[in-house]
């Protein structure tokens, strides 16, 4: 079975800093996508990142960026400069087939506290 | 564009009792997703649509009916409410025929079943 596994149910940065958060994940295929979302108090789900297995080129949208490792199977999302407005639950996921939408396997989730 | 709308926003029942949570996307989007969130357990598919007529089940679709007769409308019922469905329901939509699509999530609606 394909799992999603974040194992820091909590992480803090100082504002202004940099911090990563972990994700793996388990599978047995070879063409697939990860995402990182982020929920804030709002409880609105918003799409940080995403990246395609094939690139081996990591993904980057401004501040946020990723580790890809796919023989490893690690997935982690660097935040750099980090704001007061990014401190919400950030949730790793996988796309279940590579050749439809709206399959996505969630993590457990990074709870991120940013002090200021 | 109102993008993923949900409603109720907020709902309590009694164990046994039936209702339908309502989704509507007006992107245009075929394929449309019901999760869960539990806490510590991030979310979990429950159904999935990839177009009108065509539904499937996910991780969790054990006491959820769903069926998709328009592609704007998505509901999902619960046949007889259970104390373990106490959650926070996300309807989501996406227009990718791949799995690189970003999905669009609804605000949710945060159920209780006492």
């Known amino acids: 079975a394909q799992t999603v596994t974040q194992s820091q149910p909590e992480m803090s940065v100082q504002e202004a800093e940099t911090v990563t958060l972990s994700c793996t994940y388990d599978t047995s295929e070879s063409d697939y996508y990860l995402f990182w979302y982020k929920q804030p108090p709002s409880r609105q789900m918003i799409l940080v990142i995403r990246?395609?297995?094939?690139?081996?080129q990591n993904a980057t949208e401004n501040r946020f960026s990723v580790n890809f490792q796919k023989a490893a199977k690690s997935f982690s999302l660097k935040i750099s400069d980090s704001q007061l407005g990014d401190a919400a639950m950030y949730f790793c996921a996988y796309n279940q087939d590579y050749n439809q939408g709206g399959k996505l396997i969630f993590g457990q989730g990074t709870e991120l506290s940013v002090k200021p | 564009n109102a993008g993923v709308t949900q409603t109720p926003k907020f709902q309590v029942l009694k164990t046994g009792q039936s209702m339908t949570l309502q989704c509507a996307q007006d992107?245009?989007?075929?394929?449309m997703s019901w999760y869960r969130q539990d806490p510590g357990m991030g979310l979990r598919l429950i159904h999935y649509s990839v177009g009108a007529g065509i539904t499937d089940q996910g991780e969790v679709p054990n006491g959820y009916n769903v069926s998709r007769s328009t592609t704007e409308d998505f509901p999902l019922r619960l046949l007889s409410a259970a104390p373990s469905q106490t959650s926070v329901y996300f309807c989501a939509s996406s227009y990718s025929p791949s799995g690189s699509g970003e999905q669009f999530f609804g605000p949710g609606t945060r159920l209780t079943v006492l």
């Open positions: 992107m245009n989007h075929e394929y």
């Open positions: 990246q395609e297995a094939y690139k081996q």
